[in-house]
């Protein structure tokens, strides 16, 4: 008889500015790393256990709302598990929740949206201490024509050009269901400039530097580098040439994922 597994979710949130993305690395410090040493102190470390990540973000990225799969061999009270993990650790990495799920959960397959969100500011240099929150871009930027290129990605569209190194099964057609840019109301802190922008988009799931490749492309829209029509091209014509404008990856973060 096999023995019984123990299936938990756990929702997190965590400021990315010092960590190398979510994923384990060798001999950097990573959300995931930090999280499995914590779960071991807290569980003792003879425990055997397993962390399975909702997504995988990238070094400096936030996560306003992510989740962990946690897999035990014994029980333990979730209550109990949310209150003992942020006790210990750090104050970038807070616990939101945790709760018992079955056996078939599956927190890749049955994440159903992802909403990230993407901060800047136009037209001044911001306070130092918006640095991990925010990118501020010196020049003013014609808000108006970004907000008109953020929309073109709304729907289904190939996005070859938005992958970073893909592999042979990557799939590039995918579908946005909202992307918009919006003055920002969400963050806010008594150093950040007086109005400060959101690109917000959600979908159903999206490729490695996809989002910080379409906010490169809205940057250079909003600079007069390029124009709608390059846009609408990127969409319509896939490439293996991947866009060579990435945002920097302080101003993203995963805003919030539904399952």
């Known amino acids: 008889m096999k023995p019984k597994k123990y299936y938990y979710l756990i929702k997190i949130q965590y400021l990315g500015f010092r960590y190398h993305g979510w994923q384990v690395q060798p001999q950097v410090k990573t959300v995931q790393k930090m999280v499995e040493k914590t779960v071991a102190f807290v569980l003792g470390q003879e425990t055997y256990f397993k962390v399975l990540g909702a997504s995988r973000t990238d070094m400096m990225v936030s996560a306003n709302e992510s989740a962990f799969e946690l897999f035990l061999k014994e ?27 079955d056996a078939n959960f599956n927190i890749i397959h049955d994440s159903k949206e992802k909403e990230y969100h993407y901060l800047f500011s136009s037209g001044e240099k911001p306070h130092p201490f918006c640095a991990p929150f925010m990118l501020g871009v010196h020049e003013e930027l014609d808000i108006s024509l970004m907000k008109e290129g953020a929309r073109l990605f709304e729907g289904v569209h ?94 993203l973060q995963l805003y919030k994922l539904q399952f």
């Open 158 to 251: 190939n996005f070859q050009r938005y992958a970073y190194r893909p592999s042979e099964k990557t799939i590039f057609e995918r579908e946005i269901f909202s992307s918009q840019i919006v003055e920002n109301d969400i963050l806010s802190a008594n150093f950040f400039p007086k109005k400060t922008y959101l690109f917000k988009v959600n979908g159903n799931g999206f490729m490695r530097y996809q989002v910080r490749l379409m906010m490169g492309v809205l940057l250079q829209l909003g600079k007069g580098e390029v124009d709608l029509d390059f846009v609408k091209h990127t969409l319509n014509n896939p490439s293996s040439a991947t866009l060579k404008e990435l945002a920097p990856s302080s101003g």
């Open 75 to 101: 029980e333990v009270d979730p209550q109990e598990l949310f209150f003992k993990l942020n006790k210990s650790l750090p104050n970038d990495i807070r616990v939101l929740s945790c709760e018992i799920v």
